[in-house]
Antibody, heavy 119, light 107 residues
Framework: EVQLAESGGGLVQPGGSRRLSCAAS????????VSWVRQTPGKGLEWVAN????????HFVDSVRGRFTISRDNAKNSVYLQINSLRDEDTAVYYCAVDSSGSYGWDSWGQGTLVTVSS | DIQMTQSPSSLSASVGDRVTITCRASQSISRYLNWYQQKPGKAPNLLIYGTSSLQSGVPSRFSGSGSGTDFTLTISSLQPEDFATYYC?????????FGQGTKVEIK
C-alpha cells in the first residue's frame, strides 16, 4: 500500500523557518517525482514545488521561489521542503503528493501538516 | 502560467441527479487534465487522470471528457458520498495549477 506521511508543521513567527518532511513507503519512491501542494484554510489548492527522481530537477511556484527549497533522500524514502522567510500567506496545510503509476495525476497524498505563521 | 477556471463555483443537487462541472484552461493543455475530489479535513483524492481515465477504485458514475482548453467532469447519478469539493488540475506544464474548486452540496 502506498503511504505518505508529512511531519514538521507547527506555529512559526513571520520571517521564521521550518523543515517539512514527507516519508514514503509502499512504492518505487526512487522512480517518482514528488510534489508539495498547500491549501490555505478554507481555500483552494496550490502546487508549491516538485523534485525529480534523483533530485537534479526542481521547480517552484513564483510565490515561494528563493524562499523555499526542496530536496530528497532516496535512501530514506523521504522528501523535504525547507520553508524560509515565512509570511502570513504561507499559513496552510502542506501535502506531499506523488504520481506512483505514471499517470501524470497525483494518486497518493499524505494527510498533510499544518504550518501556521503568526506572531 | 496556465490559469484554470472552473464553473460553477458551487451547486446544489439531489441524490440521483446528473451533475456536470466544467474546467477551462487559459491555453491548450492537450489532455493533461486531472480531477480530484476533496472532503472536509481530508487530502484530495484522484478521480480522473489524462482527461478521461478513471483512477483505480473510483466508481464508474464518474467520467471526464474534453481536450485542448475545455474539459468536463460528469457524475451520472449523484450519490450521498459524492457531496464534496471537486478540483481540476493541469499537468501539462509547471507551475502545476488548479481550478478554484466546485462545491457540490445537498439540495
Amino acid at each position: 500500500e502506498v503511504q505518505l506521511a508529512e511531519s514538521g508543521g507547527g506555529l512559526v513567527q513571520p520571517g521564521g523557518s521550518r523543515r517539512l518532511s514527507c516519508a514514503a513507503s509502499g512504492f518505487a519512491f526512487y522512480s517518482s517525482w514528488v510534489s508539495w501542494v498547500r491549501q490555505t484554510p478554507g481555500k483552494g489548492l496550490e502546487w508549491v514545488a516538485n523534485i525529480n527522481q534523483d533530485g537534479s530537477e526542481k521547480h517552484f511556484v513564483d510565490s515561494v521561489r528563493g524562499r523555499f527549497t526542496i530536496s530528497r533522500d532516496n535512501a530514506k524514502n523521504s522528501v523535504y521542503l525547507q520553508i524560509n522567510s515565512l509570511r502570513d500567506e504561507d499559513t496552510a496545510v502542506y501535502y506531499c503528493a506523488v504520481d506512483s503509476s505514471g499517470s501524470y495525476g497525483w494518486d497518493s497524498w499524505g494527510q498533510g501538516t499544518l504550518v501556521t505563521v503568526s506572531s | 502560467d496556465i490559469q484554470m477556471t472552473q464553473s460553477p463555483s458551487s451547486l446544489s443537487a439531489s441524490v440521483g441527479d446528473r451533475v456536470t462541472i466544467t474546467c477551462r484552461a487559459s491555453q491548450s493543455i492537450s489532455r493533461y487534465l486531472n480531477w480530484y475530489q476533496q472532503k472536509p479535513g481530508k487530502a484530495p483524492n484522484l478521480l480522473i487522470y489524462g482527461t478521461s481515465s478513471l483512477q483505480s477504485g473510483v466508481p464508474s458514475r464518474f467520467s471526464g471528457s474534453g481536450s485542448g482548453t475545455d474539459f468536463t467532469l460528469t457524475i451520472s447519478s449523484l450519490q450521498p458520498e459524492d457531496f464534496a469539493t471537486y478540483y481540476c488540475q493541469q499537468s501539462d506544464s509547471v507551475p502545476r495549477t488548479f481550478g478554484q474548486g466546485t462545491k457540490v452540496e445537498i439540495k
